[in-house]
């Protein structure tokens, strides 16, 4: 079973499928930080230099929108977004 197969089979149990759904927002901003990273052709340890701080900080940043162990600063957010030749912009979605 590949990993394709193995998402679709969990995701048909509900349980699964809510835990996934609420980890839509992590995973949007995950792959937002990840393709603005690609897009200004950087490395952790090139936006970590321009944030001022070490390479494990932008790799923890990164990882803990997966794991869900931290939720990053909106201060953290702005500093890597400038790093990467981006502004940060956070806007409240109505529930439909």
Do not use: W
Not at 9 to 16: D, F, N, R
Not at 19 to 37: H, M, N
């Amino acid at each position: 079973m590949n990993h394709h197969e193995l998402k679709e089979k969990a995701l048909k149990i509900p349980s699964v499928k809510k835990a996934y759904d609420e980890l839509e927002p992590e995973f949007s901003l995950l792959k937002e930080l990840l393709q603005a990273r690609q897009r200004a052709g950087m490395s952790q340890a090139e936006v970590a230099e321009r944030m001022g701080t070490k390479p494990p900080a932008v790799v923890r940043l990164e990882s803990s929108l997966i794991s869900g162990k931290h939720s990053p600063s909106i201060a953290t957010l702005k500093k890597y977004a400038k790093a990467v030749g981006c502004r940060l912009e956070i806007k409240l979605v109505v529930n439909n």
